[in-house]
């Protein structure tokens, strides 16, 4: 099991590797969009996988899962923002499966603020903007085809792990 990677941010140069993973969703469909626990946005990419737990029996995950954890989001088609995160959660379940069934087109991560934004062939941009100052959860993760999960924040940060689970008896 690889040990938890952890990566400062100083220089624009620093975001590389994490820049050439995340374009590993570039070509992927979105699948699914819904709002998780504490009403964090959570994207399903790539190949249907079924869970393994009991539990979720005949559920499906994608094969990348993007979350924005505690960070604000705003999906915008053609320049409009079409919702947002202080939106009303039923008005955002409504709302954001206008990426549902579109191709990933771009990934790019700003330096210094760490924003993210994911470009749908539908010409839709979905951008997430960390607080620096608000929390200590990560400010967005994604766990990957290869069972790695990565973690970008609190602070300058992002982290690389696996997101194998160790059972014990």
């Known amino acids: 099991m690889i040990e938890t990677q952890v990566k400062d941010i100083i220089k624009p140069s620093d975001l590389n590797q994490l820049l050439q993973i995340m374009n590993g969703l570039i070509g992927e469909t979105?699948?699914?969009a819904n709002l998780s626990y504490g009403d964090e946005?959570?994207?399903?990419?790539?190949?249907k996988i079924p869970y393994l737990q009991k539990s979720?029996?005949?559920?499906?995950k994608g094969a990348w899962i993007l979350g924005t954890r505690a960070t604000q989001w705003q999906l915008n088609c053609l320049d409009k923002v079409v919702v947002s995160s202080d939106d009303d959660p039923e008005g955002i379940k409504n709302k954001i499966n206008i990426i549902k069934d579109n191709t990933i087109t771009n990934v790019k991560i700003s330096y210094p603020n760490l924003i993210?934004?994911?470009s749908f062939g539908n010409k839709c941009d979905l951008i997430l903007f960390p607080?620096?100052?608000?929390?200590d959860l990560p400010y967005w993760e994604v766990f990957t085809p290869d069972q790695m999960?990565?973690?970008?924040?609190?602070?300058i940060i992002w982290s690389i792990k696996s997101s194998k689970t160790k059972i014990t008896s």
């Not at 979720?56 to 499906?60: F, L, N, P, V």
């Not at 607080?131 to 929390?135: F, I, L, M, V, Y």
């Not at 999960?149 to 602070?155: A, D, F, L, N, T």
């Open 131 to 135: 607080d620096k100052e608000d929390t």
């Open 116 to 118: 993210l934004t994911v």
């Open 30 to 32: 979105c699948w699914k």
């Open 149 to 155: 999960v990565i973690k970008v924040g609190p602070s």
């Open 56 to 60: 979720m029996a005949g559920k499906e």
């Open 41 to 47: 946005l959570t994207l399903h990419i790539g190949e």
